[in-house]
Nanobody, 120 residues
Framework: VQLQASGGGLVQAGGSQRLSCAASGRTSSSYALGWFRQAPGKEREFVAAISWSGVTSYADSVKGRFIISRDIARRGVYLQMDKLKAEDTAVYYC???????????????WGQGTQVTVSS
């Protein structure tokens, strides 16, 4: 599966940003899709995922602020980010899990990152 992320940019703390990821490839509609992020000097970390059947999961740090969703054709995924904090600043990566489960360890396809910068 090929993944193309977009929607990053500069936003003030407390504001909102929406990221999009387009998935293409013959079996992309059966994949679980998710978002990971990597801040400067830190390891990449899980943010959110949505399984093939629509089950969602979130990192504790974003629960109640971020919402992940898929488009109707299950060929794209969105990340609505509200109440953004300076610590949300990172490069955000779209990822694909061919098993469809959305379990963190199953993600093995990665798109290019999109930078999100939250100014305080």
């Amino acid at each position: 599966v090929q993944l193309q992320a977009s929607g990053g940019g500069l936003v003030q703390a407390g504001g909102s940003q929406r990221l999009s990821c387009a998935a293409s490839g013959r079996t992309s509609s059966s994949y679980a899709l998710g978002w990971f992020r990597q801040a400067p000097g830190k390891e990449r970390e899980f943010v959110a995922a949505i399984s093939w059947s629509g089950v969602t999961s979130y990192a504790d740090s974003v629960k109640g602020r971020f919402i992940i969703s898929r488009d109707i054709a299950r060929r794209g995924v969105y990340l609505q980010m509200d109440k953004l904090k300076a610590e949300d600043t990172a490069v955000y990566y779209c990822a694909g899990d061919p098993t469809g489960s959305g379990k963190i360890d199953n993600f093995n396809s990665w798109g290019q990152g999109t930078q999100v910068t939250v100014s305080s």
